[in-house]
Structure formats: structure tokens, C-alpha cells
């Protein structure tokens, strides 16, 4: 079984562009969540997505948004981009809500020059 | 809102020495406790969780953790460390009801000397 992947894995954008961010979860996986991880602030949750839906937010600007489309296939966007936006950003998918383990992506890591 | 404190940034160790990862955590409500381990440039990958239970939580690769309530800790241990086990761990808690949002503690960089 495959697992989470994340496209693409590296990036390199200019401040005030904006950027998506693709992620596919494991196969019959319906949850999608994303977190941010910085050296200063470390590990953060962003947004979580079930059926379409987006479930629960983290603290992040209004420049942060997703998206979940039918075949749970996920997408986040950032607008308008600062410094301080370049991170790993990692995906993990679960089988539903509630509690199911999450299996994480390998992460795609954006620079913003 | 819950909160997650990893007591020590860096744990040298030296191989097949044991070692144990402290983990404090904070909330008002009953939470799931997790632990994650990060080698270069990849993601994340669940050591353990504790869900509810017996306190004592074995995970992969020879990982085990308690958890003590009274403390609110949820340290990680491992009776004899392996070069392979150089890595970045990291503790996480959700709360029972948006158990999808993880908070995570700081990390501990894990480096094992020969």
C-alpha cells in the first residue's frame, strides 16, 4: 500500500507569491490534516479536512487555506507570501475522525527568498 | 487548550546504553498521548500512542512509554539504544474530541555516540 505523498517535495518561491501544495493520502484514507514545521515555532497544526469539509483550524492567518476534493486528495494554499512562511509543511491522513493513527507525509519544504 | 513541554532539547547517549525522553504535558480535558520519531528529512512516524488503559505503552523498535496521570507525563524510554535510533522524537497530545489536531511538544534530538 502506498503511502501518503506530497507533491512537490521542494520549492522555492519570492514573497508575495503564492503557493500550492499538493498532498494524496494512503488509498481508502478519508481524513487529510496539515501542520507547519519551523525551526522557532516547531510543529504546528494547520487545518484538517474529512469528506470535503474542512473539520478544524489551527491559529493561521486567513493566507492559509485548503482544500479536499471527492477522491480525498488535498491541496493547501498560501497567498501573499512572507518569510517567515518558509517550513516544512506536512500532511497526514487517517482512515476517519475520531482517533485513527495518522500516517505523515515526507513533507514538502518551501523557501521563500 | 492543551500544551506539551519535551524537557530536554538534546539527549546524547552513548550505544546500548538505555535512555528516556522526558514529556510533560498540559490540559483541562482527557487527551491521547503520543510519540513520533523524525530521521533526516523525512516525516513523521508513530512510535506509540496511549489511549486509554494500562499505563505502560510499547511501541516499535524496543520503545516503550508510561503514563502518569497524577504527573502528567508521558515519558519514553528504551533499555539499550541503537546507532539507528539517532533521530529527532517528538511528543504530541490531542484532545478525545478533535483528535485529528495534534499539539506537539518541542522535540528531542536523540543522538547515539558508539
Known amino acids: 500500500k502506498a503511502g501518503v505523498t506530497q507533491t512537490p517535495r521542494y520549492l522555492i518561491k519570492t514573497r508575495g507569491q503564492q503557493v500550492t501544495l499538493s498532498c494524496s493520502p494512503i488509498?481508502?484514507?478519508?481524513?487529510v490534516s496539515w501542520y507547519q514545521q519551523t525551526p522557532g515555532q516547531g510543529l504546528q497544526f494547520l487545518f484538517e479536512?474529512?469528506?470535503?469539509?474542512?473539520?478544524n483550524k489551527g491559529n493561521f492567518p486567513g493566507r492559509f487555506s485548503g482544500r479536499q476534493f471527492s477522491n480525498s486528495r488535498s491541496e493547501m494554499n498560501v497567498s501573499t507570501l512572507e518569510l517567515g512562511d518558509s517550513a516544512l509543511y506536512l500532511c497526514?491522513?487517517?482512515?476517519?475522525?475520531?482517533?485513527?493513527?495518522?500516517?505523515f507525509g515526507p513533507g514538502t519544504r518551501l523557501t521563500v527568498l | 487548550a492543551q500544551s506539551v513541554t519535551q524537557l530536554d532539547s538534546q539527549v546524547p547517549v552513548f550505544e546500548e546504553a538505555p535512555v528516556e525522553l522526558r514529556c510533560n504535558y498540559s490540559s483541562s480535558v482527557s487527551v491521547y498521548l503520543f510519540w513520533y520519531v523524525q530521521y533526516p528529512n523525512q516525516g513523521l512516524q508513530l512510535l506509540l500512542k496511549y489511549l486509554s488503559g494500562s499505563t505502560l505503552v510499547k511501541g516499535i523498535n524496543g520503545f516503550e512509554a508510561e503514563f502518569n496521570k497524577s504527573q502528567t507525563s508521558f515519558h519514553l524510554r528504551k533499555p539499550s539504544v541503537h546507532i539507528s535510533d539517532t533521530a529527532e522524537y517528538f511528543c504530541a497530545v490531542s484532545d478525545k474530541w478533535g483528535a485529528q489536531k495534534l499539539v506537539f511538544g518541542q522535540g528531542t534530538r536523540l543522538t547515539i555516540n558508539p
Open positions: 497526514a491522513s487517517s482512515l476517519s475522525r475520531g482517533y485513527n493513527e495518522q500516517f
Open positions: 488509498s481508502g484514507h478519508r481524513s
Open positions: 479536512y474529512f469528506s470535503e469539509t474542512q473539520r
